[in-house]
């Protein structure tokens, strides 16, 4: 998958930045009150939305309801929301957006369509659910009704009350789907349709005077009328308009005859695009329609292409490179996608829009998914190819002459291409600027042709499943290279590295971690001369040539965070003051780092330490620094409220750790104001805190023996609380907070005070997202231990002294418990059935390391339970059958015997995942067979000689794991279904036959698509 462009996942509004709903809100309302009025009848029902071209306003609503005054009163289901796919309908794809929704978790790693559905009903049973379905096109044969019915089959485990909305524009699509009831949504009336434009038009237009304004709303309603409802042609004409506020534009523009049709506005407004922006925008059609682009992403590869013309600097080069990003922007061409709270990070493209784009590339552009059929034009330029087998398309690709840009992606277990077959590929094809691929083998050789390609500037190599990258010696000729990426790769290996400076127009080394020869540490000599650098993760300072602290002078372009480390190895404040930290004006993050030695043996004496940070100080625009092992006496004078002027007012996360010698810390509250998070670790000479600022919403303290906390102004405002070790807490001291991250240790050093924090954390908490993890408590000294049963929904209770009855008393009405972990309780003995019912929301329940845990009743009442785990508990004893568990998705045990004891028949049918963990004897073989619908085993530290015999029968395995298993030297006959064999930490001459051709343990896995071994 190309990084920074991937595929839709989940539905999100056309317009991010400009969220407005207008003229339909009664309908929506009604829509939003047919979905919350829940229905006993039947397991779900379907509606229809007839909606316009271009109604991504009206989708906006729909998929937010939280937008209107309507709010659902009942407990919520589980919200799937799946946007359009007017080129492929996959029901693959879409089982696994749908799996994904429903678990948030990735589901990259099921790839066959029966397993999806299985483990998509697995997660919908018996649960209430809101599939939205959005913009479903109709297609007039019996592949695509097939195609319709057999998405829909796994939904019918739902609860009673489960929905499924289906948004369209053809009324033959709610027919053939067997809709239960129809709502029409009308097109806007004129004047909610002028409104909306408008604020389009002249929303940020703060200017106007009551006079101007009024002319503007004149003119526009004539321009309004004439785009006849469009949602989409509103934005982009209004978007357009709203950066020319004058009159006669406004005019000349209304006589425009192209505003009467969607696709004559967008063309209408392609044409006022400059003329290299529009090649920028014809570009995206390369990528399918819904894809999701990463704004530096794309910008490097306009850049790559030389889209970009500027005679200026590199700086100037990436000023231009926005602009004409942002000119797509706000002009609607791109609109931006809130992507795990990257709200400027990532964007979309209207289909439409695509079209246009795909339109004005002509044949330049083209691209092939999975199972397209299509030619490939003989004069392409850009090819994008997304397939399980690229193989087949090489002999194509080497006669296109006229290539420049040549990405090919592997979907998830597909074959990449082989080194002979790029090797071929770049020997032909002479003009190739952009080379992106997907490669396969364990041992991977880059072409050395490939520096022959004058005219390349970005190459990415992908290869998920090698083991070592040798890269070509003469990489250091291919001069005009800016971005260089190596992902998924084990160990890289370059045996020049001591000319990777030559690449002096290098602007971004993305990779997992060089691994060079003779080299324990990332990086390369010299590496001050790559001045574009923009990105420089690590940066190790040693004394040898190439490696000083003064290769970072003239590399101003660095961005996000720079760690350096090593730092030992400065001789003096000159010495730092080279780096020049204050002229790296694009830095974000900062980590300086002296080597992890104790202070008796550290190799740099405290008050050079001192001299050192003292010419280290950051650039004033850092959101975070951090400072490690640092032994200096006291802080820099650049740490002093007298000696800086407002350097710190940007930082919100401080980390200082195992600063030894450090007695007093600076005035965090007057220099750091608007400090969110503060982390110090390792202060043993630290015994008062500064005054903290009130902005302060973490704070984490640890391995701070003579730490006394006395004021309560001290955590004013703290949201989260780590506190450890012999930390002194006064007992006046009132802690407040929401969040419980860990309270570890601290309850066996001050037991006096272990109870009135937990109380008075959790008395005070609207909820608890974290969990409690690890107490000594004992019965004795927690009688009255509690915990409220709305606030806690992870409990991980470890290494204590817990008693039946404390367990007892601490988890009654715990009814919001979704997961429960007891692990070294040597006193417990059972779980009370009373409290097993009490669990109705438990879906994750792990026991470990409790020797005297006899009993489990009540398992068959945890009717939501999913992934449960029991080792190292020599005497549990076996279930009746009325009491096993009838359904479980994952199961984690050290024998396999265990499986029948705790599962019934029908819970052995329909387990998917099962771990044998640290198992001593291999029994019980058998037993495998019983688990008919099996997808993915894990041996794991077992001290077996061999595997089960029968694993051939498990005729559903697609997943099979070994790890840490010593004594394994041959392998069983492997189920045909197998699709992935990973073996990690095995016996050495094991794993190697497992990779020899010929040998009888790579034979028997021989038809597995995917392979991989690591140790």
Known sequence: MMQGISPSGVMTTLDHAKNIISGKTSKLKKILKSLEKITEEGSQFLLLLEISIGSGTNGNGISNPANTSTRSTTSSPTQIIIGRDKERFSVDKIYQKMLEAATGKPSSEFSNLDTLQMRLEAELIDKRFLLVLDDIWHEKDAIAQDKLNQLLSPLKVGKKGSKVLVTTRFKDVAMSLGSQRIIPVPNFNEEDFFNLFMHYALDDAVSLDGQERETFHTIGREIARKLKGSPLAARIVGARLGKHLDATVWTRVGDQHLLTDTMGVLWWSYQHLNVQVRRCFAYCSMFPQGYEFKRDELVDLWTSEGFIKTTDSAEQMDVVCQSYFDELVSCSFLQPKDIFGSKNKWFTMHDLLHELAAMVAGTDCFRVESGDMKEIPPDVRHLFIRSNDQTKFAEKICKLKKLRTLILITTFGGLGIT?????????????????????????????????????????????????????????????????????????????????????????????????????????????????????????????????????????????????????????????????????????????????????????????????????????????????????????????????????????????????????????????????????????????????????????????????????????????????????????????????????????????????????????????????????????????????????????????????????????????????????????????????????????????????????????????????????????????????????????????????????????????????????????????????????????SCCSWDRLPENLVNLTSLENLRLDYCKKIQSLPELPASLQSFEVEDCDALFMKSCQKAGDQNCQKIAHVPVKRFSS
Not at 717 to 744: G, H, K, Y
Not at 868 to 874: E, M, N, R, Y
Not at 907 to 922: N, V
């Open 419 to 939: 080194i002979e077959e790029l090797e071929a590929m770049l020997k032909k094809l002479k003009k190739l600027r952009v080379v992106h691929v997907d490669v396969q083998g364990q041992m991977v050789s880059i072409p050395g042709c490939i520096c022959e390609l004058k005219h390349l500037r970005f190459l990415r190599i992908h290869s998920p499943l090698s083991e070592k990258v040798h890269l070509p010696k003469k990489l250091d000729t291919a001069y005009h290279l800016q971005i260089l990426e190596l992902s998924g790769v084990g160990v890289l290996h370059f045996s020049n590295v001591q000319n990777m400076s030559h690449l002096i127009n290098l602007r971004d080394i993305r990779n997992s971690g060089f691994v060079f020869p003779n080299s324990d540490v990332p990086g390369f000599p010299g590496i001050g001369e790559l001045k574009s650098l923009r990105e420089l993760r690590d940066f190790r300072v040693r004394k040898d040539k190439g490696y000083e602290l003064k290769q970072l002078k003239s590399i101003n372009h660095l961005r996000g965070r720079l760690r350096i480390s090593g730092l030992e190895s400065v001789q003096s404040k000159e010495e730092a003051l080279e780096a020049k930290l204050t002229d790296k004006k694009y830095l974000s993050s900062l980590s300086l780092e002296w080597s992890q030695s104790s202070p008796e043996q550290h190799s740099c004496p405290p008050e050079l330490q001192v001299e050192i940070l003292e010419g280290l100080c950051p650039p004033s625009q850092l959101t975070e620094l951090e400072i490690q092992q640092y032994n200096g006496l006291r802080c820099p004078s650049w740490m002093s409220s007298e000696n800086q002027n407002g350097l710190f007012m940007n930082l919100q996360d401080l980390q200082l750790c195992r600063c030894y010698n450090l007695e007093h810390l600076p005035e965090i509250g007057e220099l750091f104001v608007s400090l969110r998070r503060l982390k110090l670790v390792g202060f043993p000479k630290l015994k008062r805190m500064p005054r903290l600022p009130g902005t302060l919403e973490n704070l984490h303290i640890q391995q701070c023996k003579a730490l006394v906390m006395t004021s309560s102004e001290d955590v004013n405002m703290i949201r989260s609380l780590f506190v450890e070790t012999a930390t002194q807490i006064e007992p006046s001291l009132n802690i407040t907070a929401t969040e419980v991250v860990e309270i570890d240790r601290f309850a066996g050093e001050q037991p006096d005070r272990f109870e009135k924090i937990l109380c008075d954390i959790f008395g005070r908490c609207g909820s608890l997202p974290g969990e409690l993890i690890r107490g000594h408590i004992r019965e004795e000294d927690y009688s009255e231990l509690t915990l409220p049963a709305t606030v806690v929904d992870r409990l991980i209770i470890s290494y204590c002294f817990v008693t039946n009855t404390v367990l007892h008393r601490c988890l009654t009405g715990s009814a919001n418990l979704v997961s429960l972990n007891l692990r070294c309780l040597p006193f417990l003995t059972e779980i009370p059935s009373e409290v097993m019912e009490s669990m109705a929301k438990l879906s994750d329940l792990s026991i470990e390391d409790c020797i005297q845990f006899t009993h489990l009743e009540g398992l068959n009442n945890l009717s939501r339970l999913q992934h449960l785990t029991i080792a190292k508990c020599p005497n549990l004893r076996a279930l009746g059958e009325d009491e096993k568990v009838r359904s479980l998705n994952g199961l984690a045990i050290d024998d396999i015997p265990l499986v029948p004891q705790l599962l019934s028949r029908e819970g052995c049918s329909s387990l998917w995942s099962l771990r044998i963990d640290e198992s001593e004897q291999l029994r019980g073989g058998d037993i495998l067979e019983q688990l008919t619908s099996l997808i993915s085993l894990d041996f």
